[in-house]
């Protein structure tokens, strides 16, 4: 299975970024993982609701470029079906049953996402109502799909 994830921004703090890299590292037997990030777009202070709208929506456009062609597209959206990891699992599994062997989840920036990425989503997925940053969703995206495929594989997990 090939799984990108698309998001926006750069993580700065070392503690994310090793507990992104640990679960990359864990997830290599079991898929091919590429974390693809673009530049954030940036916010004046205080902007219209027009000019919030705009930027979100030029972000958007660029987050949706460097979503590989024919890949199936889970967007991370606070407004998204929650799933439990065992029906996100079964989910993978069912897709990979299909032949949807290419992945995409998208996570957008701090400011959110433009209406265009959520239509473009197969599947709108939120982890919670609750708001983390974007950085911080992350690490829990890469430690779910590691999740799922130990729950796919039968086998024990803990963390």
Known sequence: MKITVVTAGK??????????NEFLKR???????????INEEKMKDNPSEAEKQ??????GQRLLRQVPEGSYLFVLDVYGQQLSSEKLAA???SLALQGRSN????????FGLSEEVRQAADFRLSFSPMTFTHQMIRLLLVEQIYRCFKINRGEKYHW
């Not at 993580?11 to 507990?19: C, D, M, P, R, V």
């Open 11 to 20: 993580i700065k703090e070392k503690y994310l970024t090793a507990g992104i």
């Open 27 to 37: 997830l290599g037997p079991f898929a091919n993982v590429k974390i693809v990030e």
């Open 54 to 59: 705009q930027t979100l929506q030029q972000e």
């Open 91 to 93: 989910k993978l599994d």
């Open 103 to 110: 992945i995409t989840f998208l996570i957008g920036g701090a």
